[in-house]
């Protein structure tokens, strides 16, 4: 007999939050400008905020347990919503420059925003594929917006590996399905322990599918070759939005689908070792050789999605909370240097590392903001992004992936070249005219650029004021309910 | 009555001929078919196992990803065309400008 699940509305508050703010834009869109449209999203994605603060600790979840404001999806959300605010602050400078600062903009950030939510409080495989669809397909068309020739061909690129990515993360969601005879997480991290063999076969072949799916969106190689494209040719506050927000949120299921869904299934921690491992080594190899800062960041990115990927590794414990940490921190100092190139660039390709030459002397508060988030990316001690190197490496070190991690701290030096590089032409002086744009520094971006600094300065000083929320024991327990 | 293994061979075909479209196509259009392909094989995937456990929730899941394939083609053709009538060409070898 079927059951009516209770159908509260009011874990769903933050998400429903932030689609008011993209109804609005799509609606009032019409009649207001878009400034106004990116003051009232902004104001939605703080009430947002706000409102996952309030439910803290309540534990909340509705739809027969689809959906769950447990402590994991509010530390993540809250992770998504700060990547947000900073993508709404530097867009109400740059989208003018970029030709996208039109209501729809606006509106399709708030909807790809809105899925990523969706992702982060999901409670089985049918809402989690929901919010990812609505994500991915307002990302297609973040990114081919502009209309330019550059987007248009990194839009196309980021359709098809994205939508080939996602019929594959379906298939395998067909197989889990098969093998366990559920959708909800609970009810397979339940029936993965008591499997009969026949079984076993089709849950490992489901779980290696959704895998592959899930390296799709986040960048794993060999998996990764659309994103320098779409990253590079996309216009920056774009790209900025696409390697933070978009990349939380599919990390986000990642970690729901696999260390809480599907933690006791075999299989997938060895091959996504190997994933991993090849991650590290392209993505930092091929970061070396980029002459475009812009695209070098890109690749920085990919580099990044392999040590963002140890954590999950580790015993969801750990992993959890290693992963937790290092989410926000590259959030932060991603987002930052991003900000900072889509400010001074002259057109939406960035800049050649070897423009940067002489930065100081022109826009020091900047170009020692940027020294500082090249600093963090690379790992270098007082910044938060050594402590998130240390957190993972250690998660996937307990958990038996000695070799792995030692792969890491290899690769971190090479990648500490490619980031030390421009970081010391900026404080070289140069005499050949300026080739940034000279009007960039203005208040909006400042803000999101002192946020990210600010951030990455104070959580690598006193790394506890974020990781005593995620290190909390039992948060990353229970990822899949109980 | 038609047994599991078999639907699901023939979801392993469809899915098989959907990643070569995928991998060998050159056409945006005919790469675009193909994971529509990839799709339908996934769906069919999902009735045969709702059929074996005789729980319906399989086939409703196969309700939503026919949605989320119609919005996806809407998106995708829309990309498509805003590029064909720039360069008269939708061939994905043409669309090399950002590489390295």
Same mark, same amino acid.
């Given at each position: 007999?079927?059951?009516?699940?209770?159908?509260?509305?009011?874990?769903?508050?933050?998400?429903?939050?932030?689609?008011?703010?993209?109804?609005?834009?799509?609606? %009032?869109?019409?009649?207001?400008?878009?400034?106004?449209?990116?003051?009232?999203?902004?104001?939605?994605?703080?009430?947002?905020?706000?409102?996952?603060?309030?439910?803290?600790?309540?534990?909340?979840?509705?739809?027969?347990?689809?959906?769950?404001?447990?402590?994991?999806?509010?530390?993540l959300?809250?992770?998504?919503?700060?990547?947000?605010?900073?993508?709404?602050? @530097?867009?109400?400078?740059?989208?003018?420059?970029?030709?996208?600062?039109?209501?729809?903009?606006?509106?399709?950030?708030?909807?790809?925003?809105?899925?990523?939510?969706?992702?982060?409080?999901?409670?089985?495989?049918i @809402?989690?594929?929901?919010?990812?669809?609505?994500?991915?397909?307002?990302?297609y068309?973040?990114?081919?917006?502009?209309?330019?020739?550059?987007a248009e061909?990194?839009?196309?690129?980021?359709?098809l590996?994205?939508?080939?990515?996602?019929?594959?993360?379906?298939?395998?969601?067909?197989?889990?399905?098969?093998a366990?005879?559920?959708?909800?997480?609970?009810?397979?991290?339940?029936?993965?322990?008591? %499997?009969?063999?026949?079984?076993?076969?089709?849950?490992?072949?489901?779980?290696?599918?959704?895998?592959?799916?899930?390296?799709?969106?986040?960048?794993?190689?060999?998996?990764?070759?659309?994103t320098p494209?779409?990253?590079?040719?996309?216009?920056?506050?774009?790209?900025?939005?696409?390697?933070?927000? @978009?990349?939380?949120?599919?990390?986000?299921?990642?970690?729901?689908?696999?260390?809480?869904?599907?933690?006791?299934?075999?299989?997938?921690?060895?091959?996504?070792?190997?994933?991993?491992?090849?991650?590290?080594?392209?993505?930092?190899?091929?970061?070396?050789?980029?002459?475009?800062?812009?695209?070098?960041?890109?690749?920085?990115?990919?580099?990044?999605?392999?040590?963002?990927?140890?954590?999950?590794?580790?015993?969801?414990?750990?992993?959890?909370?290693?992963?937790?940490?290092?989410?926000?921190? $590259?959030?932060?100092?991603?987002?930052?240097?991003?900000?900072? @190139?889509?400010?001074?660039?002259?057109?939406?390709?960035?800049?050649?590392?070897?423009?940067?030459?002489?930065l100081?002397?022109r826009?020091?508060?900047?170009?020692?903001?940027?020294?500082?988030?090249?600093?963090?990316?690379?790992?270098?001690?007082?910044?938060?992004?050594?402590?998130?190197?240390?957190?993972?490496?250690?998660?996937?070190?307990?958990?038996?992936?000695?070799?792995?991690?030692?792969?890491?701290?290899?690769?971190?030096?090479?990648?500490?070249?490619?980031?030390?590089?421009?970081?010391?032409?900026?404080?070289?002086?140069?005499?050949?005219?300026?080739?940034e744009?000279?009007?960039?520094?203005?208040a909006?971006?400042?803000?999101?650029?002192?946020?990210?600094?600010?951030?990455?300065?104070?959580?690598?000083?006193?790394?506890?004021?974020? $990781?005593?929320?995620?290190?909390?024991?039992?948060?990353?327990?229970?990822?899949?309910?109980? | 009555?038609?047994?599991?293994?078999?639907?699901?061979?023939?979801?392993?075909?469809?899915?098989?001929?959907?990643?070569?479209?995928?991998?060998?196509?050159?056409?945006?259009?005919?790469?675009?078919?193909?994971?529509e392909?990839?799709?339908?094989?996934?769906?069919?995937?999902?009735?045969?196992?709702?059929?074996?456990?005789?729980?319906?929730?399989?086939?409703?899941?196969?309700?939503?990803?026919?949605?989320?394939?119609?919005?996806e083609?809407?998106?995708?053709?829309?990309?498509?065309?805003?590029?064909?009538?720039?360069?008269?060409?939708?061939?994905?070898?043409?669309?090399?400008?950002?590489?390295?």
């Amino acid at each position: 007999m079927l059951q009516v699940p209770e159908a509260s509305l009011t874990p769903l508050l933050p998400i429903l939050l932030v689609l008011a703010g993209a109804i609005s834009s799509t609606l %009032l869109g019409f009649w207001l400008s878009r400034r106004t449209l990116t003051f009232i999203n902004i104001g939605a994605v703080v009430a947002s905020a706000v409102s996952l603060g309030w439910l803290w600790n309540r534990d909340l979840s509705s739809f027969g347990g689809s959906l769950r404001a447990d402590h994991a999806a509010l530390l993540l959300g809250f992770v998504i919503l700060a990547g947000t605010l900073m993508t709404l602050l @530097v867009t109400l400078d740059t989208a003018w420059r970029a030709r996208v600062s039109f209501p729809e903009f606006d509106a399709m950030l708030m909807y790809a925003v809105t899925g990523c939510l969706l992702i982060a409080f999901s409670g089985d495989l049918i @809402v989690m594929l929901i919010g990812l669809e609505i994500m991915s397909l307002s990302s297609y068309v973040l990114a081919t917006l502009q209309g330019s020739r550059r987007a248009e061909e990194s839009g196309l690129k980021y359709f098809l590996l994205g939508a080939a990515g996602s019929a594959v993360l379906i298939y395998g969601l067909a197989f889990v399905y098969g093998a366990t005879g559920s959708l909800n997480y609970a009810a397979i991290a339940e029936k993965t322990g008591t %499997l009969n063999p026949d079984n076993v076969g089709i849950l490992v072949g489901g779980a290696l599918l959704m895998l592959c799916g899930f390296g799709f969106k986040v960048a794993l190689a060999p998996f990764h070759q659309w994103t320098p494209d779409v990253y590079g040719g996309a216009p920056t506050s774009v790209s900025l939005f696409l390697s933070t927000v @978009v990349k939380v949120a599919a990390f986000a299921g990642m970690l729901r689908v696999f260390s809480g869904a599907l933690e006791n299934a075999p299989g997938w921690h060895s091959v996504l070792a190997v994933l991993i491992a090849a991650t590290l080594i392209v993505g930092n190899l091929a970061a070396l050789r980029q002459t475009n800062f812009k695209r070098m960041l890109a690749y920085s990115a990919v580099a990044h999605t392999g040590f963002l990927g140890m954590a999950l590794l580790g015993t969801p414990a750990a992993g959890g909370a290693a992963l937790g940490y290092y989410l926000l921190v $590259y959030t932060l100092m991603t987002a930052a240097a991003l900000a900072i @190139v889509a400010a001074l660039q002259r057109s939406e390709e960035g800049f050649s590392i070897t423009d940067m030459r002489g930065l100081y002397y022109r826009h020091p508060g900047y170009a020692v903001a940027l020294a500082v988030c090249l600093a963090s990316l690379a790992g270098l001690p007082p910044f938060a992004g050594f402590f998130g190197k240390y957190l993972v490496f250690q998660a996937a070190f307990q958990n038996g992936y000695a070799w792995i991690s030692v792969l890491a701290a290899l690769t971190s030096v090479a990648a500490l070249v490619y980031y030390l590089r421009p970081a010391m032409l900026m404080f070289m002086p140069d005499r050949t005219p300026a080739r940034e744009y000279g009007l960039g520094q203005r208040a909006p971006t400042t803000l999101a650029v002192a946020l990210g600094v600010a951030g990455v300065t104070v959580l690598g000083l006193l790394p506890n004021l974020w $990781y005593a929320f995620v290190a909390h024991p039992d948060i990353w327990g229970m990822l899949a309910g109980r | 009555m038609v047994p599991t293994t078999s639907y699901l061979a023939l979801s392993g075909i469809l899915f098989a001929l959907g990643m070569i479209g995928v991998l060998t196509r050159r056409t945006a259009i005919m790469v675009f078919l193909s994971v529509e392909l990839m799709l339908n094989a996934a769906n069919l995937a999902l009735v045969a196992f709702a059929r074996s456990w005789g729980d319906p929730t399989g086939q409703t899941a196969v309700f939503i990803v026919m949605t989320l394939a119609a919005a996806e083609v809407a998106i995708g053709l829309a990309i498509i065309v805003a590029i064909f009538r720039k360069r008269e060409t939708t061939n994905v070898d043409d669309l090399a400008a950002l590489k390295g």
